[in-house]
């Protein structure tokens, strides 16, 4: 496995109701999904030249435990057709706790998925009954068993923090019982609402607030705290890995700018400079696979400049932050000499350090990351 072998992301846009805080494409109907599954395979030959192998794959929507497992068979053998993947390939698939039986879980276990990502969000059934989440505590708790009982090593939980009615108390408990399943990865992600979301909505009109940046940060500190006395390795701002191999494999290829195919609505691509994403719209999407076109809505070339910066701003966000080598090689820029004076204040104020060749970000400077990258 190297850093610039592609990773395989698959959007399944379908859910049976929507989260008030989501703000990724699905619709809640489930009848276009046998459309949806064949028209995967369709556009998997679209590429079939420009991405010959693949050792990640990630199933992510939307809710892809909608599918049956005839159909995550029929995409996974496509990809196995089209493409070359890699012995060792790690396949994740998102599962939402609610839907999924004894039986799903070891049939999904015998197909080849290596490893489940339980979007739980919380062990509090009137947190999750705000959140508009399907599962109660109970269901993910048996989700979790069930996971493990059916032979999963790998697991991720989904953990979300800053909702509103929610303490520290609260929030300590979730991770507590978290912690109590020895999942191998947690992401614990701070709540933030997009204006199309229904729960923006439901807060503007109740006038109640998201939590101040103290508290913000309050909660961020706490959970790096726990998670890290309990063991994991805080490698990316919202990421906690049990032990380095078990960190996110497929996430850390966008982290790292590596290429990455997108298929179904929705999912964006990245290759070489180019950027490119599909039209966020299911019919749409299947008419275009149907006529023999690539369903792409937009692309974008970037420029040696907006890479670099990106680059910068990405790995701002991971433990490891930047390999000056590498990034004086790739892009022809110096940091530490382009950037002196502002590297050497964040140094001064904790927020960076120099270390064996690479910047990386301190706990503080994670907590901040995104005004980090406008070094």
């Known amino acids: 496995m190297h850093d610039d072998q592609a990773g395989l992301y698959i959007h399944v846009p379908f859910c049976l109701s929507k989260c008030g805080y989501c703000s990724f494409y699905s619709i809640t109907s489930s009848t276009l999904i046998p459309e949806f599954v064949k028209a995967v395979s369709r556009e998997m030959a679209f ?13 992510g929507g939307g809710t892809p435990s909608l599918l049956s497992i005839q159909q995550i068979d029929d995409i996974l053998k496509s990809a196995n057709d089209y493409f070359n993947i890699d012995r060792q390939t790690e396949i994740t698939m998102e599962v939402n706790p609610g839907d999924v039986s004894a039986e799903y879980f070891q049939q999904l276990h015998k197909r080849g998925i290596n490893r489940l990502n339980i979007g739980i969000q919380s062990f509090n059934n009137s947190l999750l009954k705000f959140l508009g989440r399907r599962h109660s505590a109970e269901e993910a708790i048996a989700a979790m068993d069930a996971a493990r009982q059916a032979g999963f090593d790998n697991i991720g939980i989904d953990l979300i923090y800053g909702v509103y009615g929610q303490n520290m108390k609260t929030w300590k408990e979730t991770l507590n019982k978290a912690l109590s399943f020895s999942p191998e990865h947690l992401s614990c992600y701070q709540l933030s609402l997009d204006e199309k979301t229904p729960l923006y909505k439901q807060y503007r009109k ?8 103290n508290e913000a940060l309050d909660f961020f500190m706490t959970t790096s705290k726990i998670l890290t006395n309990a063991g994991y390795i805080h490698y990316e701002v919202s990421n906690f890995a049990r032990t380095d191999s078990l960190k996110s494999r497929h996430n850390m290829k966008y982290w790292r700018h590596a290429p990455y195919l997108g298929l179904g609505p929705a999912a964006h691509s990245f290759l070489d400079s180019r950027r490119w994403w599909n039209k966020a719209d299911v019919k749409a999407y299947l008419n275009a696979v149907g006529e023999g076109k690539k369903p792409v809505d937009k692309s974008e070339s970037l420029s040696t ?3 670099a910066m990106e680059a910068l701003f990405l790995s701002m966000r991971t433990k490891d932050g930047i390999n000056l080598k590498q990034y004086k090689n790739r892009f022809g820029a110096d940091i530490l000499v382009d950037k002196k004076q502002v590297i050497d204040e964040l140094m001064k104020n904790g927020l960076l350090v120099l270390k064996d060749g690479r910047l990386k970000p301190t706990l503080d400077g994670m907590a901040v990351a995104d005004s980090l990258a406008l070094i």
């Open 305 to 307: 400049e907006q890479l």
């Open 206 to 213: 109740e006038s109640v607030q998201l939590p101040a940046e």
């Open 47 to 59: 590429y079939k030249k420009s991405f010959q192998s693949f050792d990640t794959i990630y199933l």
